[in-house]
T-cell receptor
Framework: EAGVTQFPSHSVIEKGQTVTLRCDPI?????LYWYRRVMGKEIKFLLH????????ESGMPNNRFLAERTGGTYSTLKVQPAELEDSGVYFC???????????????FGPGTRLTVL | AQSVTQLGSHVSVSEGALVLLRCNYS??????LFWYVQYPNQGLQLLLK??????LVKGINGFEAEFKKSETSFHLTKPSAHMSDAAEYFC??????????????FGAGTRLAVHP
Protein backbone atom coordinates (compact mmCIF):
# COMPACT_ATOMS: atom_id res chain seq x y z
CA GLU A 1 0.00 0.00 0.00
CA ALA A 2 1.41 3.39 -0.97
CA GLY A 3 1.96 5.88 1.81
CA VAL A 4 1.20 9.57 1.91
CA THR A 5 3.03 11.37 -0.87
CA GLN A 6 3.81 15.05 -1.21
CA PHE A 7 4.98 17.11 -4.13
CA PRO A 8 7.33 18.84 -4.56
CA SER A 9 9.89 17.72 -2.02
CA HIS A 10 11.57 21.11 -2.16
CA SER A 11 10.50 24.49 -3.45
CA VAL A 12 12.50 27.70 -3.55
CA ILE A 13 10.59 30.83 -4.51
CA GLU A 14 10.95 34.56 -4.15
CA LYS A 15 8.86 36.71 -1.87
CA GLY A 16 5.61 37.64 -3.55
CA GLN A 17 5.41 34.56 -5.74
CA THR A 18 2.81 31.84 -5.52
CA VAL A 19 3.46 28.22 -4.60
CA THR A 20 1.13 25.24 -4.57
CA LEU A 21 1.90 22.17 -2.52
CA ARG A 22 0.18 18.87 -3.19
CA CYS A 23 -0.63 15.96 -0.92
CA ASP A 24 -1.91 12.54 -1.93
CA PRO A 25 -3.23 10.68 1.12
CA ILE A 26 -3.42 6.96 1.57
CA UNK A 27 -6.27 5.62 -0.53
CA UNK A 28 -9.50 5.43 1.42
CA UNK A 29 -8.43 7.80 4.19
CA UNK A 30 -11.16 10.36 4.79
CA UNK A 31 -9.15 12.49 7.20
CA LEU A 32 -6.44 14.69 5.76
CA TYR A 33 -4.31 17.07 7.82
CA TRP A 34 -1.79 19.77 7.04
CA TYR A 35 0.94 20.70 9.51
CA ARG A 36 3.89 23.06 9.29
CA ARG A 37 7.27 23.21 10.97
CA VAL A 38 9.04 26.53 10.91
CA MET A 39 12.82 26.27 11.40
CA GLY A 40 13.66 25.01 14.86
CA LYS A 41 10.12 25.22 16.15
CA GLU A 42 7.36 22.73 16.83
CA ILE A 43 5.31 21.08 14.15
CA LYS A 44 2.00 22.93 14.20
CA PHE A 45 -1.44 22.03 12.96
CA LEU A 46 -2.78 24.05 10.05
CA LEU A 47 -6.06 22.45 9.03
CA HIS A 48 -8.07 19.30 8.66
CA UNK A 49 -10.37 17.90 5.97
CA UNK A 50 -12.95 15.18 6.22
CA UNK A 51 -13.33 14.07 2.65
CA UNK A 52 -13.75 17.33 0.72
CA UNK A 53 -15.00 19.40 3.65
CA UNK A 54 -12.81 21.63 5.80
CA UNK A 55 -13.48 20.57 9.36
CA UNK A 56 -11.03 22.76 11.19
CA GLU A 57 -8.80 25.49 9.76
CA SER A 58 -7.98 27.15 13.06
CA GLY A 59 -4.24 26.83 12.47
CA MET A 60 -4.08 28.61 9.13
CA PRO A 61 -1.80 31.62 9.62
CA ASN A 62 -3.69 34.11 7.44
CA ASN A 63 -5.71 34.48 4.26
CA ARG A 64 -2.66 34.09 2.06
CA PHE A 65 -3.04 30.35 2.60
CA LEU A 66 -5.74 28.44 0.74
CA ALA A 67 -6.29 24.71 1.04
CA GLU A 68 -8.56 22.59 -1.12
CA ARG A 69 -9.47 18.97 -1.42
CA THR A 70 -11.66 18.64 -4.46
CA GLY A 71 -13.39 15.28 -4.74
CA GLY A 72 -12.09 14.20 -1.36
CA THR A 73 -8.87 12.71 -2.72
CA TYR A 74 -5.70 14.75 -3.02
CA SER A 75 -5.29 18.15 -1.41
CA THR A 76 -3.47 21.32 -2.39
CA LEU A 77 -2.16 24.11 -0.21
CA LYS A 78 -1.55 27.38 -2.01
CA VAL A 79 0.43 30.26 -0.59
CA GLN A 80 -0.21 33.54 -2.40
CA PRO A 81 1.73 35.79 -2.13
CA ALA A 82 4.50 34.04 -0.25
CA GLU A 83 6.35 35.89 2.53
CA LEU A 84 9.70 35.15 4.15
CA GLU A 85 8.07 33.81 7.31
CA ASP A 86 6.26 31.14 5.30
CA SER A 87 9.50 29.19 4.95
CA GLY A 88 9.43 25.82 6.62
CA VAL A 89 8.50 22.20 6.10
CA TYR A 90 4.87 21.47 5.29
CA PHE A 91 3.65 18.03 6.28
CA CYS A 92 0.53 16.27 5.19
CA UNK A 93 -1.01 13.38 7.12
CA UNK A 94 -4.00 11.16 6.62
CA UNK A 95 -6.00 8.69 8.64
CA UNK A 96 -9.06 6.54 8.24
CA UNK A 97 -12.19 7.86 9.87
CA UNK A 98 -12.88 5.99 13.08
CA UNK A 99 -15.37 6.36 15.87
CA UNK A 100 -12.71 6.92 18.51
CA UNK A 101 -10.75 9.62 16.80
CA UNK A 102 -8.52 10.32 19.74
CA UNK A 103 -6.54 7.12 19.21
CA UNK A 104 -6.45 7.57 15.49
CA UNK A 105 -2.98 7.13 14.01
CA UNK A 106 -2.05 9.80 11.52
CA UNK A 107 0.23 8.68 8.70
CA PHE A 108 2.61 11.39 7.57
CA GLY A 109 4.17 12.21 4.24
CA PRO A 110 7.84 13.22 3.87
CA GLY A 111 7.00 16.91 3.77
CA THR A 112 7.66 19.74 1.36
CA ARG A 113 10.51 22.05 2.30
CA LEU A 114 9.54 25.57 1.25
CA THR A 115 12.14 28.32 1.13
CA VAL A 116 11.02 31.88 0.45
CA LEU A 117 13.86 34.25 -0.48
CA ALA B 1 -4.67 23.90 27.17
CA GLN B 2 -2.52 20.98 26.17
CA SER B 3 1.20 21.25 25.48
CA VAL B 4 4.32 19.12 25.22
CA THR B 5 7.87 19.84 26.32
CA GLN B 6 10.81 17.80 25.11
CA LEU B 7 13.91 18.31 27.21
CA GLY B 8 17.03 18.43 25.11
CA SER B 9 16.96 19.38 21.46
CA HIS B 10 20.02 17.18 20.84
CA VAL B 11 20.99 13.93 22.53
CA SER B 12 24.12 11.96 21.74
CA VAL B 13 24.76 8.38 22.84
CA SER B 14 27.24 5.65 22.09
CA GLU B 15 26.18 2.59 20.15
CA GLY B 16 24.92 0.04 22.66
CA ALA B 17 24.12 2.62 25.33
CA LEU B 18 20.73 3.38 26.82
CA VAL B 19 18.59 5.86 24.94
CA LEU B 20 16.42 8.18 27.05
CA LEU B 21 14.42 10.93 25.39
CA ARG B 22 12.35 13.06 27.74
CA CYS B 23 8.82 14.28 27.23
CA ASN B 24 6.56 16.11 29.66
CA TYR B 25 3.02 17.05 28.89
CA SER B 26 0.39 19.40 30.16
CA UNK B 27 -3.23 18.45 29.80
CA UNK B 28 -6.47 19.31 31.55
CA UNK B 29 -7.97 15.97 30.54
CA UNK B 30 -6.54 12.45 30.40
CA UNK B 31 -4.13 12.60 27.51
CA UNK B 32 -3.42 10.41 24.57
CA LEU B 33 0.30 10.53 23.84
CA PHE B 34 2.41 9.61 20.86
CA TRP B 35 6.04 9.29 19.88
CA TYR B 36 6.92 9.78 16.22
CA VAL B 37 10.30 9.42 14.55
CA GLN B 38 11.58 11.09 11.42
CA TYR B 39 14.49 9.50 9.61
CA PRO B 40 16.36 11.61 7.06
CA ASN B 41 14.30 12.38 3.96
CA GLN B 42 11.30 10.46 5.25
CA GLY B 43 7.96 11.30 6.79
CA LEU B 44 7.09 11.02 10.46
CA GLN B 45 6.57 7.40 11.49
CA LEU B 46 4.61 6.35 14.55
CA LEU B 47 6.82 4.65 17.14
CA LEU B 48 4.18 4.06 19.79
CA LYS B 49 1.10 5.54 21.41
CA UNK B 50 -0.51 5.62 24.83
CA UNK B 51 -4.28 5.36 24.87
CA UNK B 52 -4.99 4.78 28.59
CA UNK B 53 -4.64 1.00 28.53
CA UNK B 54 -1.24 -0.15 29.81
CA UNK B 55 1.07 2.55 31.19
CA LEU B 56 4.13 0.86 29.69
CA VAL B 57 3.83 0.99 25.94
CA LYS B 58 6.01 -1.00 23.61
CA GLY B 59 6.66 0.25 20.13
CA ILE B 60 8.61 -0.61 17.06
CA ASN B 61 12.38 -1.05 16.82
CA GLY B 62 12.76 -1.92 20.51
CA PHE B 63 11.49 1.40 21.86
CA GLU B 64 9.13 1.74 24.77
CA ALA B 65 7.65 4.56 26.82
CA GLU B 66 6.08 4.74 30.23
CA PHE B 67 3.17 6.99 31.08
CA LYS B 68 3.59 8.49 34.55
CA LYS B 69 0.63 10.59 35.52
CA SER B 70 2.20 11.83 38.77
CA GLU B 71 5.17 13.19 36.86
CA THR B 72 3.19 14.19 33.73
CA SER B 73 5.85 12.40 31.73
CA PHE B 74 6.04 10.04 28.78
CA HIS B 75 9.76 9.39 28.33
CA LEU B 76 10.98 7.22 25.47
CA THR B 77 13.64 4.59 26.11
CA LYS B 78 15.59 1.90 24.33
CA PRO B 79 18.03 -0.34 26.22
CA SER B 80 20.70 -0.44 23.53
CA ALA B 81 21.17 2.19 20.83
CA HIS B 82 21.89 1.21 17.27
CA MET B 83 23.41 3.39 14.60
CA SER B 84 20.14 3.20 12.67
CA ASP B 85 18.32 4.93 15.55
CA ALA B 86 19.87 8.26 14.58
CA ALA B 87 16.88 10.42 13.72
CA GLU B 88 14.64 13.15 15.09
CA TYR B 89 12.03 12.13 17.63
CA PHE B 90 8.79 13.95 18.37
CA CYS B 91 6.49 13.60 21.33
CA UNK B 92 2.87 14.64 20.80
CA UNK B 93 -0.40 14.87 22.67
CA UNK B 94 -3.71 14.82 20.94
CA UNK B 95 -6.71 17.06 21.25
CA UNK B 96 -9.88 15.08 20.97
CA UNK B 97 -12.85 16.27 18.98
CA UNK B 98 -16.30 14.82 18.80
CA UNK B 99 -16.34 15.40 15.06
CA UNK B 100 -14.35 12.22 14.49
CA UNK B 101 -10.82 13.53 14.22
CA UNK B 102 -7.89 14.54 16.37
CA UNK B 103 -5.27 17.26 16.29
CA UNK B 104 -1.70 16.56 17.31
CA UNK B 105 0.21 19.00 19.52
CA PHE B 106 3.93 18.37 19.08
CA GLY B 107 6.99 19.04 21.13
CA ALA B 108 9.95 20.77 19.49
CA GLY B 109 11.69 17.48 18.72
CA THR B 110 14.90 15.81 19.90
CA ARG B 111 17.60 14.92 17.45
CA LEU B 112 19.35 11.70 18.46
CA ALA B 113 22.91 11.07 17.35
CA VAL B 114 24.49 7.64 17.81
CA HIS B 115 28.26 7.37 17.61
CA PRO B 116 30.43 4.24 17.42
Amino acid sequence: EAGVTQFPSHSVIEKGQTVTLRCDPISGHDNLYWYRRVMGKEIKFLLHFVKESKQDESGMPNNRFLAERTGGTYSTLKVQPAELEDSGVYFCASSPRQREASTDTQYFGPGTRLTVL
Amino acid sequence: AQSVTQLGSHVSVSEGALVLLRCNYSSSVPPYLFWYVQYPNQGLQLLLKYTSAATLVKGINGFEAEFKKSETSFHLTKPSAHMSDAAEYFCAVTLMFSGGYNKLIFGAGTRLAVHP
